[in-house]
């Protein structure tokens, strides 16, 4: 079965706007509760939501939802070039549209909406300036992001091998994957491992003063994963079968 290139497009946006529900409403909706509390909450959220809408979407469009995967697999051999930019159009369009439901919900809490304002969404960050973040300095969340991306994209790469032999069980790896990525990443920088993850709440934050460090920042959280991602696929080049 064949799915057109619209069909391919319309499943990241929409596999990416479940995404940014899950890990952005986690995120952001749980503010309030004990940090760790929330660790584990987010990585929970995201890592099972990937699972789902890997499941849902897969076969589709490859299931993707995430720049730094699209580019990895392009490098990788496994993606048409002509595909990379829609595809990352629409995973960036998917959740910007996530992260600002996300936003309007949050906003029916006047408590609490300040603080998710001066919070930019549950951006990512490194220190810099007035923004303190986690305490942990760009080098350090460079070096994360690029590592956790990199064994996230290597797990897919490797565990949707037309030759593998557990392909079915690729999407509970990949969820697992993201999981432990973000338990390890959250206390660091709040975890990315995804640029469309970060540059959606830094975006729709940029409209608020409070909130527009995050897009100072965000270059890192495209870098950094895309780095990762095209590492992985080096490697998934170097370790294939010999014909």
């Known amino acids: 079965m064949a799915y ?7 499943a990241e946006f929409v596999g990416t706007f479940g ?17 760790s509390v929330r660790v584990v909450l987010i990585s929970l959220s995201v890592g099972f939501g990937l699972i789902a809408l890997i499941y849902a979407f897969g076969d589709i469009s490859g299931g993707h939802f995430n720049p730094a995967v699209t580019i990895g697999a392009w490098v990788a051999g496994k993606f048409p070039a002509r595909d990379a930019i829609p595809y990352i159009l629409s ?6 549209l ?18 998710v304002q001066a919070g930019a969404l549950a951006s990512q960050c490194y220190s810099a300036g007035s923004t303190t973040c986690f305490g942990y300095n760009m080098g350090a969340v460079f ?3 690029v590592v956790f991306t990199f064994f996230l994209v290597m797990v897919i790469l490797f ?31 709040g975890a990315s491992i995804n640029p469309a993850r970060s540059f959606a ?43």
């Open 143 to 145: 070096l994360i992001e």
């Open 98 to 115: 996530g992260m600002g439901v996300v936003a309007a919900i949050a906003y029916g809490n006047p408590t609490s909406w300040s603080g």
């Open 201 to 243: 709440p830094a975006v729709l934050s940029s409209f608020w003063s409070s909130g527009n460090w995050a897009i100072g920042q965000d270059w890192l959280f495209w870098v950094a994963p895309i780095v990762g991602g095209v590492l992985a696929a080096l490697l998934d080049r170097t370790l294939r079968a010999k014909a």
């Open 159 to 189: 565990s949707t091998r037309a030759e593998g032999s557990a392909k079915n069980l690729a999407p509970i790896g990949i969820g697992l994957t993201l999981l432990m990525a973000n338990l390890v990443a959250i206390p660091v920088d």
């Open 4 to 10: 057109s290139s619209g069909q391919k497009y319309l």
């Open 19 to 35: 995404l940014l529900l899950a890990v952005g409403g986690a995120a952001v909706l749980s503010v309030g509760l004990l940090f």
């Open 91 to 96: 995973q960036v369009a998917g959740g910007i």
